[in-house]
């Protein structure tokens, strides 16, 4: 028996992600929450004859703690999307305390839950959540994600068509590190599997591309949000993961994600790689039973991507900060 949480399940992600929740049969209650619309999402997807049973959740009559108890996996795309001219950090303000708000909902009553974060900053959401946390007392890193799948997506998609084989994008794999936000995105594309032979002007313009990708598709939707099919796509994708790892379905489930670099021993030397005191980044790792198993080093990288990470540590010390001191002053 598994549940899966939906918070922010009406949006624009929330409908799609919901959609191909409903689709993974190892997930038995799928419960759908937002502020909106989520009863209505919840009927019509309740339709679709897959093991699920759905059920819709308002704020009204403790419609939260409803759909966050039991939970075994709570996944978050609640909160705005940007618009053109917009960095992720313009989102910060407003919603940085919806999630601090999910988050005390996650730290009451669904304690032990894997939490997915996808609302942006994911830079400073993911603090955030871990604050508000160890704030309660039910912090475990291993089970705090910040969902970056999108990157390595994009990635695996954009580097394809640079090598001439667009109908090829799933057999090429690109580690994406770092974090969520334009230069805190660090493809590593001299890892690339298989490898691909890349000029330095066509790097340059894959790597600009990785980092810009969401603003790629901001200024497409011009004005009508950003990002919501493709990261529906790739949220599942992760979900899908988490749960394979959990259930014992899949052994040894890789990916990239987000994380605290506490949560596992691995991360100290992450850490130590990246100059000593970062708390988060997105990292190699094997998903396991409880969450993160092992974080993996970063590898090889050029010389080229080594600058990247230089830039992206030194804006997420900030973004990670902002997040933590945000809790801090909350009451
Ligand atoms: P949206 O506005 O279409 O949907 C957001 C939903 O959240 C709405 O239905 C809204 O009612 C709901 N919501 C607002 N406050 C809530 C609360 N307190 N509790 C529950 N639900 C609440 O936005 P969207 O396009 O779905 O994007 C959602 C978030 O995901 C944005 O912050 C966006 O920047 C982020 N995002 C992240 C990634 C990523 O790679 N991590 C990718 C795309 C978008
Ligand atoms: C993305 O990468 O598409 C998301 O983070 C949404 C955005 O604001 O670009």
Redesign the pocket.
């Known amino acids: 028996m598994v549940k899966a949480t939906v918070?922010?399940?009406?949006?624009?992600?929330?409908q799609p992600l919901s959609l191909l929740l409903k689709q993974n049969t190892l997930i038995t209650d799928l419960a759908l929450?937002?502020?909106?619309?989520s009863p209505g999402v919840a009927a019509d997807i309740s339709h679709i004859n897959t093991p699920s049973v759905v059920k819709g959740y308002l704020?009204p009559d403790g419609g939260?703690e409803k759909a966050l108890t039991g939970a075994d996996i709570v996944v978050i795309?609640?909160?705005?999307?940007?618009k053109p001219g917009m960095t992720?950090d313009d989102?910060f303000n407003i919603?940085a305390s919806?999630v601090r708000?999910?988050a005390v909902g996650i730290a009451a009553h669904a304690p032990k839950a894997f939490v997915l974060?996808?609302?942006?900053?994911?830079n400073s959401t993911v603090p955030i959540v871990a604050e508000v946390l160890k704030k309660k007392g039910v912090y475990d890193p291993k089970r705090l994600f910040?969902?970056?799948?999108?990157?390595v997506v994009r990635a695996s998609t954009f580097v394809a068509e640079a090598a001439g084989q667009p109908t090829e994008s799933l057999k090429f794999r690109i580690p994406v590190v770092g974090g969520?936000s334009g230069v805190t995105i660090v493809p590593l594309l001299s890892q690339c599997d298989p490898k691909v032979q890349l000029d330095q002007a066509t790097i340059d313009q894959l790597t600009n591309r990785i980092q810009f990708g969401?603003d790629e598709v901001v200024k497409a939707k011009d004005g009508a949000?950003?990002?919501?099919l493709?990261?529906a796509f790739?949220?599942a994708r992760f979900a899908a993961a988490v749960l394979d790892a959990a259930s014992g379905k899949a052994s040894s489930v890789h990916e990239y994600t987000y994380v605290d670099l506490d949560s596992e021993a691995g991360g100290k030397d992450v850490a130590s790689k990246l100059g000593g005191n970062l708390q988060y980044f997105s990292v190699p790792v094997t998903l396991g039973k409880n969450g993160v198993e092992k974080i993996h080093p970063l590898g090889g990288m050029s010389e080229y991507e080594e600058g990247l990470v230089k830039k992206a540590v030194a804006d997420l010390g900030g973004n990670i900060e902002k997040g933590q001191s945000f809790v801090a002053k909350s009451s």
């Open positions: 918070i922010g399940a009406a949006g624009g992600i929330g929450y937002d502020v909106v619309n704020p939260l795309p609640a909160g705005v999307p940007r992720r989102l919603n919806i708000d999910i974060v996808i609302s942006n900053p994911v910040g969902v970056t799948t999108l990157d969520h969401g949000g950003s990002a919501t493709s990261m790739a949220g």
